[in-house]
T-cell receptor, first 112, second 113 residues
Framework: DQQVKQNSPSLSVQEGRISILNCDYTNSMFDYFLWYKKYPAEGPTFLISISSIKDKNEDGRFTVFLNKSAKHLSLHIVPSQPGDSAVYFCAAREGGYNKLIFGAGTRLAVHP | NAGVTQTPKFRVLKTGQSMTLLCAQDMNHEYMYWYRQDPGMGLRLIHYSVGEGTTAKGEVPDGYNVSRLKKQNFLLGLESAAPSQTSVYFC????????????FGPGTRLLVL
């Protein structure tokens, strides 16, 4: 049973508009949530994170929102740019040793 | 700093053959991890290590063995490859600090025929 779910396999957005990527989780013991970005033939790279005691974290064009009661987090990209086209993975930290559980990913395409 | 490197980048194996994937990091990180990525399933943890000489099982350890004889290297072995092990393998490392994220290598694409 997947503990971290990204239910949208793909998302298409026009350049300049907002991209919203969603993630749901089932384990209320997760203490940290992260978003990674992955380009083809490369490894994932860290984008932004949020602690379970926060409800929002912002870094430039990227904002992550956490709704603990709904066990839901979202990544907002404003404004979206063509270079943002990639696969985005949501991840949650489980227990010790910084172990992560990943969602299946959402492929974002930003078109002019 | 090269960060996290993986060798080889791509490999084709026949069923039953063995091979070792090498991960190296030059950031002096304590923790290292091996993942596999399959379509529609995200990254799944195979094995991990929290220090030199220590290893532990992750979510999908069957069919794999690992060793960490040196702090900077983490080896993933397939003793008898199966088609189900066709995947992209990623190595990652992180300092032993709960605030730190994982840093990933570029991946190894493995095809088992």
């Amino acid at each position: 049973d997947q503990q971290v779910k990204q239910n949208s396999p793909s998302l298409s957005v026009q350049e300049g508009r907002i991209s919203i990527l969603n993630c749901d989780y089932t384990n209320s013991m997760f203490d940290y949530f992260l978003w990674y970005k992955k380009y083809p033939a490369e490894g994932p790279t860290f984008l932004i994170s949020i602690s379970s005691i926060k409800d929002k974290n912002e870094d430039g064009r990227f904002t992550v929102f956490l709704n603990k009661s709904a066990k839901h987090l979202s990544l907002h990209i404003v404004p979206s740019q063509p270079g943002d086209s990639a696969v985005y993975f949501c991840a949650a930290r489980e227990g010790g040793y910084n172990k992560l559980i990943f969602g299946a990913g959402t492929r974002l395409a930003v078109h002019p | 700093n090269a960060g996290v490197t993986q060798t080889p980048k791509f490999r084709v194996l026949k069923t039953g053959q063995s091979m070792t994937l090498l991960c190296a990091q030059d950031m002096n990180h304590e923790y290292m991890y091996w993942y596999r990525q399959d379509p529609g399933m995200g990254l799944r943890l195979i094995h991990y290590s929290v220090g030199e000489g220590t290893t532990a099982k992750g979510e999908v350890p069957d069919g794999y063995n690992v060793s960490r004889l040196k702090k900077q290297n983490f080896l993933l072995g397939l003793e008898s490859a199966a088609p189900s092990q066709t995947s992209v393998y990623f190595c990652a490392s992180t300092p032993a600090d709960y605030r730190e994220t994982q840093y990933f290598g570029p991946g190894t694409r493995l095809l088992v025929l």
